[in-house]
């Protein structure tokens, strides 16, 4: 019987990526080791925690892992003592960042309590039957409105615009909008209905980071956006309606239009949409006169909880179930935003602003305030990957002592936090907004999306700079 040659077992290469992810971590952490053991706090060393994260993320490294290895960096430098490791790891449960990480697991649960006791989806349909008519621009811009008030309720687009695709998609089936159109009209509304979000993660984190209010926050940075997309889908989706349409093949099927879309357990959606639309005015209005902090989120959000699922008769399993499911969905943002403060926590013990001011407090002293701000919403749009909100605690850890040297004003700091979480979600590239109204609005064609990413973030610029220019 001839015996058959085993071929030696292939040994698996690493992939290019990994292997520069590898090479810089490792020689970031030998680094750290060294000089952990030669210098002492307060030392510019401090910095190289933080360079370290960024170099990883540049390269590619997902922000987890990359915070991983940051943290571990600033341990082997700072060699807390266990007293001062036990005090950094007690704080950092109670940490601003990570109140932020526990705001968008509460938000999560709401939006899922939502979805399920009908409330979302009642409200898209509310929206669409205000406007007059049922000409094509009727349609077009009731899909844009009602996918910009669901995001702005639930506080994150990909979610809210997979509740609001089963309703919108028929009504715009009927009434003759190209796949393409409905995906631009879903991605501008989505987009400003996500500037606009009182406690969605990255607002809230742009509040706390620039100790601005919700009301500034809207008259000077979401307020100019949100009007700008609505300006923008008046003028571009029928451009992109008309080329669509007369490309072909890119209309919904017959069966699309005559889909259906329940109303809920027990026919309770319309009260849990009122109670809950009640509610959120009053929590906005609020936030608006108190200008409360970070803090209020955390009641508001399960207040909303609790009244949406009472008014939707969801009962107190279905309810708990319903928030649980939303919630377990952002844990490992939870973590994420954790381990952030643990990481600024072991950064802040090695006091690297300190030094920095001292030796270049005069010349930080007079540089112009107009470019700084411009250089870190340029460095945040295309230079800090990973969460829009953990972008934005990372700038401010980075940047916002440098700031208040420089003199930028809280404000102006809304603006430019606002600008590095918003703008890439209109380009230069595709991202997952951008595909999360693609997908839902069952379209296969980016370019039209791009185009109109592209026709809001240039003037969108050229507003924030004129902005910028009058806050300092």
Same mark, same amino acid.
């Given at each position: 019987?001839?015996?058959?040659?085993?071929?030696?077992? +292939?040994?698996?290469?690493?992939?290019?990526?990994?292997?520069?992810?590898?090479?810089?971590?490792?020689?970031?952490?030998?680094?750290?080791?060294?000089?952990?053991?030669?210098?002492?706090?307060?030392?510019?060393?401090?910095?190289?925690?933080?360079?370290?994260?960024?170099?990883?993320?540049?390269?590619?490294?997902?922000?987890?892992?990359?915070?991983?290895?940051?943290?571990?960096?600033?341990?082997?430098?700072? +060699?807390?003592?266990?007293?001062?490791?036990?005090?950094?790891?007690?704080?950092?449960?109670?940490?601003?960042?990570?109140?932020?990480?526990?705001?968008?697991?509460?938000?999560?649960?709401?939006?899922?309590?939502?979805?399920?006791?009908?409330?979302?989806?009642?409200?898209?349909?509310?929206? &669409?039957?205000?406007?007059?008519?049922?000409?094509?621009?009727?349609?077009?811009?009731?899909?844009?409105?009602?996918?910009?008030?669901?995001?702005?309720?639930?506080?994150?687009?990909?979610?809210?615009?997979?509740?609001? $695709?089963?309703?919108?998609?028929?009504?715009?089936?009927?009434?003759?909008?190209?796949?393409?159109?409905? $995906?631009?009209?879903?991605?501008?509304?989505?987009?400003?209905?996500?500037?606009?979000?009182?406690?969605?993660?990255?607002?809230?984190?742009?509040?706390?980071?620039?100790?601005?209010?919700?009301?500034?926050?809207?008259?000077?940075?979401?307020?100019?956006?949100?009007?700008?997309?609505?300006?923008?889908?008046?003028?571009?989706?029928?451009?992109?309606?008309?080329?669509?349409?007369?490309?072909?093949?890119?209309?919904?099927?017959?069966?699309?239009?005559?889909?259906?879309?329940?109303?809920?357990?027990?026919?309770?959606?319309?009260?849990?949409?009122?109670?809950?639309?009640?509610?959120?005015?009053?929590?906005?209005?609020?936030?608006?006169?108190?200008?409360?902090?970070?803090?209020?989120?955390?009641?508001?959000?399960?207040?909303?909880?609790?009244?949406?699922?009472?008014?939707?008769?969801?009962?107190?399993?279905?309810?708990?179930?319903?928030?649980?499911?939303?919630?377990?969905?952002?844990?490992?943002?939870?973590?994420?935003?954790?381990?952030?403060?643990?990481?600024?926590? &072991?950064?802040?013990?090695?006091?690297?602003?300190?030094?920095?001011?001292?030796?270049?407090?005069?010349?930080?002293?007079?540089?112009?305030?107009?470019?700084?701000?411009?250089?870190?919403?340029?460095?945040?749009?295309?230079?800090?990957?990973?969460?829009?909100?953990?972008?934005?605690?990372?700038?401010?850890?980075?940047?916002?002592? &440098?700031?208040?040297?420089?003199?930028?004003?809280?404000? $102006?700091?809304?603006?430019?936090?606002?600008?590095?979480?918003? $703008?890439?979600?209109?380009?230069?590239?595709?991202?997952?907004?951008?595909?999360?109204?693609?997908?839902?609005?069952?379209?296969?064609?980016?370019?039209? &999306?791009?185009?109109?990413?592209?026709?809001?973030?240039?003037?969108?610029?050229?507003?924030?700079?004129?902005?910028?220019?009058?806050?300092?």
């Amino acid at each position: 019987m001839p015996v058959t040659a085993v071929p030696p077992a +292939r040994r698996r290469v690493p992939p290019p990526a990994a292997l520069l992810h590898w090479t810089i971590g490792a020689a970031g952490l030998i680094a750290s080791l060294v000089l952990g053991f030669t210098v002492q706090a307060p030392t510019l060393w401090g910095f190289l925690p933080i360079g370290l994260f960024a170099v990883l993320a540049l390269a590619g490294l997902n922000l987890p892992a990359a915070t991983g290895v940051a943290l571990v960096s600033g341990l082997l430098l700072a +060699r807390p003592a266990p007293g001062t490791a036990a005090d950094l790891l007690a704080g950092s449960f109670t940490d601003t960042v990570t109140l932020i990480g526990v705001i968008c697991v509460l938000g999560a649960g709401l939006g899922e309590v939502l979805s399920r006791s009908g409330a979302a989806r009642l409200m898209v349909r509310a929206v &669409l039957r205000l406007l007059p008519g049922e000409g094509l621009r009727a349609v077009q811009f009731g899909v844009v409105l009602s996918c910009l008030v669901l995001v702005f309720a639930l506080g994150t687009l990909a979610g809210a615009l997979a509740v609001a $695709a089963p309703v919108v998609i028929p009504v715009a089936a009927r009434a003759g909008l190209t796949r393409s159109a409905t $995906a631009v009209c879903m991605f501008l509304g989505g987009g400003a209905g996500l500037a606009l979000a009182p406690f969605a993660g990255s607002n809230i984190a742009t509040f706390e980071a620039s100790g601005v209010g919700y009301g500034s926050y809207v008259l000077w940075g979401a307020g100019p956006l949100a009007l700008l997309s609505l300006a923008l889908a008046w003028i571009v989706v029928p451009r992109v309606q008309r080329r669509s349409a007369e490309a072909g093949g890119d209309f919904y099927e017959p069966l699309e239009s005559s889909e259906k879309d329940g109303d809920g357990p027990a026919g309770h959606g319309r009260a849990a949409a009122w109670t809950f639309t009640a509610v959120l005015a009053v929590c906005v209005g609020y936030a608006v006169v108190t200008q409360v902090g970070v803090v209020f989120p955390l009641l508001a959000l399960p207040l909303l909880a609790v009244v949406t699922a009472v008014a939707g008769r969801l009962g107190t399993r279905g309810a708990s179930a319903a928030f649980g499911a939303g919630a377990r969905r952002m844990l490992p943002m939870l973590l994420l935003f954790w381990l952030l403060a643990l990481f600024f926590g &072991l950064t802040g013990e090695l006091r690297p602003y300190e030094v920095l001011m001292e030796q270049f407090g005069t010349e930080l002293d007079g540089l112009p305030v107009l470019p700084f701000a411009l250089t870190v919403a340029l460095i945040g749009w295309l230079g800090v990957p990973g969460a829009a909100a953990a972008q934005i605690v990372l700038l401010d850890k980075v940047f916002g002592p &440098l700031g208040t040297v420089v003199g930028l004003g809280p404000e $102006a700091w809304a603006v430019v936090y606002l600008w590095s979480a918003k $703008a890439d979600t209109y380009g230069p590239f595709p991202n997952p907004n951008m595909m999360s109204a693609l997908g839902m609005a069952r379209s296969t064609r980016l370019r039209p &999306l791009l185009a109109a990413g592209w026709a809001l973030l240039v003037p969108a610029a050229l507003l924030y700079v004129l902005i910028l220019t009058a806050l300092t």
